[in-house]
């Protein structure tokens, strides 16, 4: 049997095919159509170019610091070829996206409009001045300058001669974190908040000597310190022969660490008011220890005044927050040094100026022989220190009611 094939010689069969098929093609054409959608006129070199060169307040609000000392620190990232120019992106642009980034918690969108660059640019400068900003603290962070906190101590009468011997003040502090949700848990602090614990090291400069990030929110504080004391590797700023800092009664009583008396009345808002001074020699030595501890205090206030990311983190790798952390601390301690006067900074109460110490810094060796001590040779070690100071805080207060 033979098939016989028959077409269609319909015309209006035939034009409908070849409208569907153009129809076809117009709009794959125009789904494969690349249009940018940063076509903004006005780039982000342009925009830091403006605030550089114009009112000096500009600088402060979009950068967080001083106008010279936004260029010192691009000048300073490009000596030590930390940070070089892209081909798209001067380093006082990356730095400027950085800045705007922990600064004032602007997120990858927002950086975006402000810079004219695509989501994929900005997390790359960000990574790389991330890593630029992870060197520069690492030089920043240092130990104390023993000389020079004695220097600083002789000028307040409030601690000298009582508190000649302390050092600095160790606290922990609780940053804003993201975490994947299988790792909540452990790091819900006690307010419920996902955070990472954060213990650092304070002279009475507002200085960061020593920060340990990365631990978990509901971390124990005195965990933390153990772990950093007794670690070789982690290079804590062990407190020389004789010498001490000021923790608060969470810590143990140990050499090298003044606790306040237990049982005693502490916090500084708990002597304000008619008739609520101390009135024991405890008590006195309590407020006092109170008042030189709360330097670490108002420096942790400052470093998250200064940078929103600490109060919101946005969503990076524990690895990178941790990192942001470290290197928020070291540009607070870069700041420090080049802008005394910084606005922030000027926030502080007069009595708190620090005395610049006219001589090239001296490190003392560090000594760690007490560490062999037992615990309760050690407590009583320094109990006995916290009594002498306390009867020394005593007698001059009722030597200058009699005067």
Known sequence: MTTIYQFSNDSSSDEDDLIMVAATLVATQSLYTREPCRDGRHPGSIMVHEVLSGHTDRCFQKFSMERHVFQNLCTLMISREWLKDSRYLRVDEQIAMFMMIVGRGFSNRDIQEEFQHSGETISRTFKRVLMAMGKLAKEMITPPDIQKIQLDMQSKPKYYPFFKDCIGAIDGSHISAIVPQQ?????????????????????????????????????????????????????????????????????????????????????????????????????????RHSSLRNVIERTFGVLKNRFRILRHMTSYSIRDQTYIVMACCGLHNFIRDEQEADKIFAGLSADDKVVIDPLNPVHLPYDTSMSTLNQRESARIMNGLRINIANELAISCRMAQLT
Request: with cysteine; proline share 7%; aromatic share 16%.
């Open 183 to 287: 790792d909540v848990t452990g790091y819900r602090n006690r307010k419920g908040i996902t955070t990472q614990n954060v213990m650092c090291i304070c002279s009475f400069d507002k200085r960061f000597t020593y920060v340990y990030a990365g631990w978990e929110g509901n971390a124990n504080d005195c965990r933390i310190f153990e772990r950093a004391r007794r670690d070789p590797t982690l290079q804590f700023p062990h407190p020389p022969k004789g010498k001490y800092y000021v923790v608060d009664s969470g810590y143990a009583s140990q050499v090298g660490y003044l606790t306040p008396f237990r049982g005693e009345r502490y916090h500084i808002p708990d002597y304000k008011g008619a008739g609520r001074n101390p009135k024991t020699a405890k008590e006195l030595f309590n407020y």
